[in-house]
């Protein structure tokens, strides 16, 4: 069974700070995805990752896929408080494969 | 502009109801499924369906049933509720071939 491990799962921290999110497994994925989930809402995707060592930027968000696969952070530089949010991470064990497995979450508060 | 519509969005239910969480999609996706989100345990696969009349048990499908009559339908029934669903639902989509996950907003259940 491939499970994504999250740390850390509660981040408080002020606005301008930077923080980064880890997602971990001994597993080899085929891609790895991060979501946001604001509250009453369903989760958004915000990045895919397909290629060992692939960095990926969304404005101020830098997401990383580790070399091996089988990791992947996300850095937030200057934190405001619109990234206050649930953030997710989910693996997909093949392209295209229907079954995602999702780390438990990292819940982010950032404090004007 | 609907994508993944849910209903109801809140709900409380009596030990031993029945009852059925609707979900319908309007981006002819072939896939659909079903996830239940609990503090500190992420997002766990209920049910899901590669297409219509196909439907697969996922990770957590004790007590729930579903069918796939249409591309754009994929209800969750709840046979006979118990306190340990008391939980958030989220139906999702996804194209096939395409790892990006399109989430409804969410019903509350409540069982008491």
């Known amino acids: 069974t491939q499970l994504l491990e999250q740390s850390p799962q509660f981040l408080s921290i002020q606005e301008g700070e930077n923080l980064t999110v880890y997602c971990n497994s001994s597993?080899?994925?085929?891609?790895l995805q991060w979501y946001r989930q604001e509250p009453g809402e369903g989760p958004v995707l915000l990045v895919t990752v397909v290629t060992g060592g692939e960095v990926k930027k969304l404005k101020r968000l830098t997401f990383q896929f580790g070399d091996a696969r089988k990791d992947s952070s996300l850095h937030i530089t200057a934190a405001q408080p619109g990234d206050t949010g649930l953030y997710l991470c989910a693996g997909a064990s093949r392209p295209g494969a229907q079954k995602l497995v999702f780390g438990q979450g990292t819940r982010l508060t950032i404090n004007p | 502009n609907a994508g993944v519509t849910q209903t109801p969005k809140f709900q409380v239910l009596k030990t031993g109801q029945s009852m059925t969480l609707q979900c319908a999609q309007d981006m002819n996706h072939e896939y659909m499924s079903w996830y239940r989100q609990d503090p500190g345990m992420g997002l766990r696969l209920i049910h899901y369906s590669v297409g219509a009349g196909i439907t697969d048990q996922g990770e957590v499908p004790n007590g729930y049933n579903v069918s796939r009559s249409t591309t754009e339908d994929f209800p969750l029934r709840l046979l006979s509720a118990a306190p340990s669903q008391t939980s958030v639902y989220f139906c999702?989509?996804?194209?096939?071939?395409?790892?990006?996950?399109?989430f409804g907003e969410g019903s509350w259940l409540t069982v008491v």
């Open positions: 597993s080899v994925f085929s891609s």
């Open positions: 999702a989509s996804m194209r096939r071939s395409v790892n990006t996950i399109y």
